[in-house]
């Protein structure tokens, strides 16, 4: 049973991803996306290898062309364009996100673990629009980071919010977060 949900979770995050990413506002140079968010959700309910195989599939998927990235873009130019920090940084959220919580987290640790990994999404964004789009430092964190404060740390509380029950559903499976 674990076997076939490491085969199947990996689609699956993928797909919550590549769907979360197509609600967008055109905001300027990066758009203000869910795809964040769904990266966080995947990253705190799976377990690591799972969450960074949906990432992988999900960056795989838009490098060979599929529309899944914010605003139905997709490609490898998506990739090695100026918001390719954004994307690439993703692995990173779900690496560090996945490995501090479990179906045993608190509010607390859930919301400071996806802190942390969407801080770390900033970081790579930030050196997108730096070295890809040739932004200043202070151009890349206005563009790049404060446009973002607020709504990310709304989709944190709710990312928080929303797995805590979802845990406690799957307490007694034997999956799930250990």
């Known amino acids: 049973m674990k076997k076939s949900f490491t085969v199947i979770l990996p689609a699956v995050g993928a797909a919550l991803i590549a769907i979360l990413a197509q609600i967008t506002i055109p ?10 968010m769904a990266v966080g959700l995947v990253a ?20 060979i ?3 899944v990235f914010a605003g139905g873009s997709g490609g490898l130019q998506a990739l090695v364009g100026p918001n390719a920090g954004y994307l690439w940084f993703y692995l990173f959220y779900a690496l560090v996100t996945a490995s501090l919580t479990s179906k045993n987290s608190s509010f607390l640790t859930i919301f400071l673990a996806n802190i942390l990994g969407d801080a770390l999404v900033f970081i790579g964004g930030v050196l997108g629009l730096m070295l890809l789009a040739r932004f200043s430092l202070d151009k890349a964190i206005t563009v790049g980071i404060i446009p973002f404060i607020l709504p990310d740390l709304i989709k944190l509380i709710v990312i928080s919010l929303v797995t805590i029950p979802i845990f406690k559903n799957l307490k007694n499976h034997p999956y799930f977060k250990n």
């Open 27 to 36: 905001i300027g140079p990066v758009p203000f996306a869910l795809q964040n």
């Open 44 to 63: 705190t309910i799976f377990h690591r290898k799972e969450a960074l195989l949906a990432v992988t599939l999900y960056l795989l998927l838009g490098a």
């Open 65 to 67: 062309g599929l529309p």
